[in-house]
């Protein structure tokens, strides 16, 4: 086999894998906040662009999923773990600038799964 084939066999088991309706309790389906009970929308309302900060933010929400860039802005992402269709899953995307500072939000619903 070419190894362009073996790379092309190996995606398809890898995406074949993750297809399926797949059956998700709400802990599978809510994003991973500090505070359980708290959704995205509220979340994304309390964030203010240009006012709130990285250290409130990570004091508020956790951790999430980071991206760094070279400029000095950074993207933290909050979604659910383990959910197999990201259609299904509401996520909460935040932007800082260099000086840590909220520049963008980005609160995307839950949306209903495809059949």
């Not at 399926?20 to 964030?47: H, K, N, Y």
């Not at 662009?49 to 992402?77: C, I, K, N, S």
């Amino acid at each position: 086999m070419r190894p362009a084939s073996v790379i092309l066999l190996v995606a398809a088991a890898l995406a074949g894998g993750c297809a399926g309706p797949g059956l998700l309790s709400d802990a599978e389906t809510t994003p991973r906040f500090r505070d359980a009970q708290l959704s995205v929308q509220q979340a994304s309302q309390w964030l203010a662009p240009g006012r709130t900060t990285r250290q409130e933010v990570l004091d508020r929400l956790g951790p999430g999923e980071a991206l760094r860039f070279d400029t000095g802005y950074e993207v933290r992402v909050w979604r659910a773990k383990g959910a197999r269709d990201e259609r299904a899953t509401p996520e909460l995307v935040v932007l800082f600038d260099p000086a840590g500072v909220v520049r963008k939000v980005r609160a995307r619903p839950a949306y209903a799964a495809a059949r």
